[in-house]
């Protein structure tokens, strides 16, 4: 399991906690403009839309979700990801894909935040989750021909 966070029940409901945001073409619109948008990342690590007006709509509570309940935040973490989807045997579903991108933008953000050792192992583990999603993209062309 790549998110395990994704499994567990919401506390205030019957739940799982496993929202997907891009269900439709709008949908990866809607969360590019989110990203485009401008995050707020507290001193917890609480990831918020700035724009009221996006932070107001349904899936914003999806995206809010997702970043703040389901991707990883610390390093261990994220090594610990990155080492599962090293050895994933199979392309991802679309919501483990989904998500590993908002932790490489979570990632991005870290590295860009911190100093010198600390900058250094959030740009790696930025490239280990780009490599890790490039070889997911390229996974039917990696193959042996039978």
Same mark, same amino acid.
């Given at each position: 399991?790549?998110?395990?966070?994704?499994?567990?029940?919401?506390?205030?409901? @019957?739940?799982?906690?496993?929202?997907?945001?891009? %269900?439709?073409?709008?949908?990866?619109?809607?969360?590019?403009?989110?990203?485009?948008?401008?995050?707020?990342?507290?001193? $917890?690590?609480?990831?918020?839309?700035?724009?009221? !007006?996006?932070?107001?709509?349904?899936? +914003? +509570?999806?995206?809010?979700?997702?970043?703040? !309940?389901?991707?990883?935040?610390?390093?261990?973490?994220?090594?610990?990801?990155?080492?599962?989807?090293?050895?994933?045997?199979?392309?991802?579903?679309?919501?483990?894909?989904?998500?590993?991108?908002?932790?490489?933008?979570?990632? @991005?953000?870290? +590295?860009?935040?911190?100093? $010198?050792?600390?900058?250094?192992?959030? @740009? !790696?583990?930025?490239?280990?989750?780009?490599? @890790?999603?490039?070889?997911?993209?390229?996974?039917?062309? %990696?193959?042996?021909?039978?």
């Amino acid at each position: 399991m790549l998110f395990p966070s994704a499994q567990r029940f919401k506390r205030s409901s @019957a739940a799982f906690l496993n929202p997907v945001l891009q %269900n439709s073409l709008e949908d990866v619109v809607l969360l590019y403009e989110f990203l485009l948008a401008e995050l707020d990342i507290d001193k $917890g690590q609480r990831i918020s839309i700035k724009d009221e !007006e996006l932070a107001s709509l349904r899936k +914003a +509570a999806e995206f809010d979700t997702i970043c703040n !309940e389901i991707i990883p935040k610390s390093i261990t973490e994220i090594r610990r990801l990155t080492s599962r989807l090293s050895s994933y045997p199979r392309v991802l579903k679309k919501e483990d894909f989904e998500r590993t991108v908002l932790t490489m933008v979570y990632t @991005a953000y870290r +590295a860009a935040q911190s100093q $010198g050792h600390q900058k250094d192992m959030w @740009a !790696e583990s930025f490239v280990n989750l780009y490599k @890790a999603l490039k070889h997911d993209l390229m996974f039917p062309y %990696n193959k042996e021909p039978s």
